[in-house]
């Protein structure tokens, strides 16, 4: 079943199955953080070691690797080894990339083997044919115990290899391999992938793009084609990434099949091996078992640039710049009023984080425009809405430091607000329209249409977007309180309403006249909504 909800339907209607094996009733485990699910499943699956394979009570492929390049946790590649399954027979798979913190000289290579491998390692070089620079590649890996009747135990062999020192705006080529796995060689060169770095100076047009909400289904996989046919410098995916946990209501009740994410890196890599595909975490990201905070899992499968408020265990909190433009991640459970199993737990880090990094991109000069994107959702009234804890926490840094474009997920429909300010119209962006974040607020996206289920908007109230305007003067919605309360809004922000598989597409433009030219498309390719963003206009 698809998050909590079905479309049409409110949220947290489906409190998940109450698995016996876990023994805690739904109504308990709800009012359980993430850490006290932490706890409670590492005391009680462990004793319970029937249901636990040799290789857990061994204890260090635990939860390895969540270091993201510190090292903390990492395997060395020949501790890999097991000589039980030769080189040769083991194909990599699930090559995913991502920009380092220097998106102009750093690049990390990710990607996974379906069983232990030895000496992993990247080749990588200036043309196909030569590939003479070679990396080792380090393992995180991962082991999910078993549950009687419900699934098997399950290792998952991750591994990753961290580029720096590259030139800025220079292609280059790269192959994974092991021993016996040569991608050099005439047998494997098809193996062999490129990506490029970002440019020295802006160039004069770039395009990036983003979505949130995906998982593992064919209208997902005709996004990524979409988005590989636009040749994006890098893509922005706002979190609940594969839905491995699919309930994500940050319960011990959730259910959790590791093996989704087999399958989505399969799916991913069709596009990820040559676009950074830059992920933060939604609610559907926490996976209890792994962390505390959950992220464990997240940790092992990427690497993200190590420059947030704490790289090591929140990894979906970091910042690049990338051209003119300045990009913000956050990891939106930390201050989500409607799903709390995460709320607070970086403590004010995150926040204060934040603050520091708006302002120092509104401070550097290379940078026309910031964008900052998360999971739950700011101005929304699909299904889930509005998070209250989102506008309470947030809302005032992104107005202190003037943020261009706000990207949310978590609602899986497309819904694009008029230029809010101080909480309501500034100004209104209809399609096609030009807007000033200087003079008019900030405009919010909500680009949930990645692939998974689409929800829809509240009863009675259309789609409205480019081809199809159907405009009305405000939608009665809610947003979520601190006490989980659902407080009725009657709101004039929401100008644009698209429930079918979509993503955004953004065109960053330098020179005098700068400007972020957004257009959400749907899967078909057709343009659902543009409008452009340009400061002091
Ligand atoms: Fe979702
Ligand atoms: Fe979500």
Not at 89 to 105: M, Q, V
Not at 392 to 420: C, M, S
Not at 471 to 500: F, I, L
Request: aromatic share 10%; charged share 20%; hydrophobic share 35%.
């Amino acid at each position: 079943m698809d998050s909590s909800i079905a479309p049409g339907t409110g949220p947290g209607t489906d409190a998940g199955p109450d698995l016996p094996d876990f023994g805690i009733p739904p109504r308990l485990a709800r009012r359980m953080s993430m850490a006290e699910q932490y706890e409670y499943l590492r005391t009680k699956l462990t004793r319970r070691r029937a249901l636990v394979t040799a290789g857990m009570l061994a204890g260090g492929g635990l939860l390895t690797g969540c270091a993201s390049g510190t090292g903390t946790g990492a395997r060395s590649p020949s501790a890999t080894a097991t000589g039980a399954v030769h080189g040769s027979a083991i194909t990599p798979f699930g090559r995913h990339l991502a920009f380092g913190a220097d998106p102009k000289t750093q690049m990390r290579i990710s990607w996974q083997v379906p069983l232990a491998v030895r000496k992993p390692y990247i080749r990588v070089g200036a043309a196909p044919w030569d590939l003479s620079r070679k990396i080792d590649a380090e393992l995180r890996d991962l082991h999910t115990p078993g549950l009687t009747g419900i699934r098997l135990a399950l290792d998952q062999y991750y591994l990753h290899a961290a580029l720096d020192g590259l030139r800025p705006g220079t292609t280059y080529y790269y192959g994974v391999g092991h021993e016996g796995f040569d991608p050099a060689s005439k047998e494997h060169r098809a193996t062999v992938g490129s990506f490029r770095t970002a440019p020295a100076t802006s160039p004069d047009t770039f395009v990036f793009t983003a979505f949130g909400d995906q998982g593992v289904t064919p209208d997902a996989l005709a996004n990524d084609k979409l988005i590989l046919g636009r040749r994006p410098a890098f893509h922005l995916h706002a979190g609940d990434i594969c839905y491995a946990d699919v309930n994500g209501l940050g319960d011990t009740s959730d259910s959790f099949d590791p093996g989704a994410w087999d399958l989505f890196l399969k799916q991913t890599e069709t596009v990820a091996r040559s676009v950074p595909w830059m992920v933060t975490t939604g609610n559907h990201d926490m996976e209890a078992w792994y962390s505390p905070n959950g992220y464990g899992g997240q940790s092992a499968r990427w690497t993200l640039p190590d420059n947030g408020f704490d790289a090591r265990n929140a990894p979906g909190a970091y910042s690049f710049t990338y051209g003119n433009v300045g990009i913000v991640a956050l990891d939106a459970n930390d201050v989500s009023y409607e799903i709390p199993a995460n709320k607070g737990y970086s403590g004010g880090r995150q926040t204060a984080w934040l603050d520091k990094r708006l302002g120092e991109l509104r401070g550097s000069a290379e940078v026309d425009f910031v964008v900052v994107f998360f999971h739950h959702c700011t101005y929304s009234t699909s299904s889930h809405a509005s998070d209250g804890g989102v506008r309470a926490v947030w809302l005032p840094l992104f107005a202190k430091h003037q943020v261009d474009l706000v990207i949310n997920g978590h609602n899986h429909v497309y819904e694009r607000t008029d230029a809010i300010k101080d909480g309501r119209v500034g100004r209104q962006v209809p399609v096609g329209a030009s807007t000033d974040p200087t003079r008019d607020g900030i405009v919010y996206v909500t680009a949930g249409g990645a692939g998974r289920s689409l929800y829809s908007f509240p009863a009675g109230v259309k789609d409205s977007y480019e081809g199809k305007v159907a405009d009305r003067e405000s939608v009665d919605t809610y947003q979520w309180t601190e006490s989980k309360e659902q407080h009725p809004e009657t709101v004039e922000w929401s100008r644009v309403r698209y429930t079918g598989y979509s993503f955004l597409s953004v065109e960053a433009q330098a020179g005098a006249t700068p400007r972020l030219k957004v257009s959400a498309l749907a899967e078909s390719g057709r343009r659902v909504d543009h409008f452009e963003v340009r400061r002091g206009a």
